[in-house]
């Protein structure tokens, strides 16, 4: 299994404003800087859930076919986008790969400040098995 991640962060290390706002990153019209190429490795995005509801209020979903895992402690409903293919996952970083793993799934995209945070303290970004 490989864990990786690609965000951008300010000069401060954050990723987002404090209230979750992302208006310091550019528009759509620069380059993607090997993201395009980097999505056609990835068999699933896992993320926390304020990033999904981020994420949602963006207008167009982003991630086209890729399985996106929403991460949450808390028990509720899961509304996806039109043709998204989301789910919602809770436990350790180390039990949800173990999870993604047994379903063949070999290379997780891991976005969203805390989720970043908790697979990075648990030793699974940029791992390989």
């Known amino acids: 299994m490989n864990a990786s991640v690609f965000i951008a962060t300010s000069m401060d290390g954050f990723i987002a404003r404090e209230d979750g706002a992302l208006d310091w990153l550019p528009g759509d019209d620069v380059e993607d800087h090997g993201y395009t190429e980097f999505m056609s490795t ?11 509801e981020i994420v949602q209020s963006f207008g167009a979903w982003p991630f086209a076919s890729t399985p996106v895992v929403v991460l949450s402690s808390r028990a509720s409903e899961l509304v ?15 039990e949800i790969v173990a999870r993604l793993a047994e379903r063949g799934m070999q290379h997780l995209y891991i976005d969203g400040g805390l989720t970043v945070q908790r697979f990075l303290e648990a030793g699974l970004i940029g791992m390989r098995s």
Do not use: K, L, Y
């Open 42 to 52: 990835v068999d699933a995005i896992v993320m926390g859930r304020n990033t999904f």
């Open 80 to 94: 996806a986008p039109e043709g998204a293919q989301c789910e919602m996952m809770s436990g350790a970083p180390h």
